[in-house]
């Protein structure tokens, strides 16, 4: 019964911010990785950033690199995606995701949240 519900998207001008907001309930999310990935307008779904269950692991897409930052708060159940500099071709849907192996580095997500819009306008 794990459910993952993003939030935060909107409307932004080119060169805003956005903190996306993803919370998880249904099991114990400290023990979790978490990760967001996006599909923008007529693309396939691409990898954003990940966290490890602790927090002490990050790793980004070469496109946000520098822009996006992944964090977590545990005592939250929620995971965030602060974005900042955000350009056009970052429109798209983005998605929370978590793997079915505690403590692990995962290689597949077996859970997603229904998505949030992000639109950048020029």
């Known amino acids: 019964q794990v459910q993952l519900v993003e939030s935060g998207g909107g409307l932004v001008p080119a060169g805003g911010s956005l903190r996306l907001s993803c919370a998880a309930s249904g099991r114990t999310f400290s023990r979790y990785a978490m990760a967001w990935f996006r599909q923008a307008p007529g693309q396939e779904r691409g990898f954003v950033a990940y966290?490890?269950?602790?927090?002490?692991?990050?790793l980004y897409a070469d496109s946000v690199k520098g822009r996006f930052t992944i964090s977590r708060d545990n005592a939250k159940n929620t995971v965030y995606l602060q974005m900042n500099n955000l350009k056009p071709e970052d429109t798209a849907v983005y998605y929370c995701?978590?793997?079915?192996?505690?403590?692990?580095?995962?290689?597949?997500?077996?859970?997603w949240g229904q998505g949030t819009q992000v639109t950048v306008s020029s």
């Open positions: 966290i490890s269950w602790s927090g002490g692991s990050t």
């Open positions: 995701a978590a793997p079915e192996a505690e403590y692990s580095f995962p290689q597949t997500y077996n859970y």
